[in-house]
């Protein structure tokens, strides 16, 4: 009998994460190098990407960087390429690549428009983003995947693909309304669709995709929407950068051989009330 410990192993495995250099995105390379994979930190802004890899490779993990534009195939391509090029080889994905509007302390008023006013232009750039983008991103690494036997494809989706969002925690007294916007809720539903629909495609080869819906993770957030968020928890608190790596590493790994079209959800208890 194996020890449980190496089936957690990724020694001799290549990863890609996209939004490699976003908050989460780093921690899953990190995760993933930690393992023992060489991981490909794939992000739009490849400056931020080669900071991500060379702070990995300060540490002695194995990594680099390379600039995606996830809507473009061209980009997407060429990202697996030099995933190839490296080792021959690609196990892991993880698009964690996304357009996400935040409520932490690094982008203020841009969260005004409400569902009848929603921009058409904002709606399209999201939906090319957070679905196109991780078609397309799923399509070229199933190549590669499906040759050689073995993949393991991790979609990053949220609550908010569960459930709708509680919009009340992003009021603020005195201020004109604020919203979670619609795109969210329905492309991360997408998510879980495409999720199923690849699972069951590659039924019979040992390709597998799941997702990893993390709840809310603290990023400098102010002091009123950390309460009203932890509010909404059962565990009363917004997660820790790190508290998605366990999953994210169980996703990726043969620890989950026997997981396919699944969803692993890590949100403090949210939709558990």
């Not at 993933?32 to 080669?50: I, T």
Request: hydrophobic share 40%; proline share 4%.
């Amino acid at each position: 009998m194996n020890n449980i410990f190496d089936k957690f192993s990724l020694k001799d495995h290549t990863a890609i994460v996209t939004g490699g250099a976003g908050l989460l995105g780093k921690e899953f390379c990190r995760t993933l190098a930690q393992a023992g994979a060489l991981v490909v930190v794939a992000d739009l802004n490849e400056n931020a990407a080669q900071q991500v890899a060379d702070s990995l490779n300060r540490e002695g993990l194995r990594a680099c960087a390379v600039g995606v534009d996830v809507t473009n195939p061209d980009s997407v391509r060429a990202m697996v390429a030099s995933a190839l090029d490296l080792t021959g080889r690609l196990d892991v994905l993880v698009n964690s690549a996304a357009m996400d509007p935040k409520f932490d302390n690094t982008q203020q008023g841009q969260h005004n428009n409400s569902f009848e006013d929603y921009p058409l232009e904002a709606w399209r750039q999201a939906l090319d983003v957070n679905l196109t983008g991780m078609f397309l991103c799923c399509q070229a690494a199933a190549r590669p995947m499906v040759a050689q036997n073995y993949g393991s494809i991790i979609n990053i989706c949220s609550t908010y693909g569960l459930v709708g969002p509680d919009q009340r925690i992003y009021e603020r007294p005195g201020e004109p309304p604020r919203y979670k916007p619609v795109f969210y809720s329905v492309t991360k539903s997408g998510v879980l669709g495409l999720t199923r629909y690849l699972a069951t495609y590659f039924a019979g080869k040992a390709v597998r995709v799941n997702a990893l819906t993390p709840g809310g993770v603290y990023n400098n957030h102010d002091e009123l929407f950390n309460k009203n968020y932890s509010a909404r928890t059962v565990l009363g608190r917004m997660a820790h950068g790190d508290e998605m790596n366990g999953a994210l590493l169980f996703l990726a790994s043969d620890a989950s051989s026997y997981m396919t079209g699944s969803n692993v959800v890590v949100d403090g208890g949210w939709t558990a009330w």
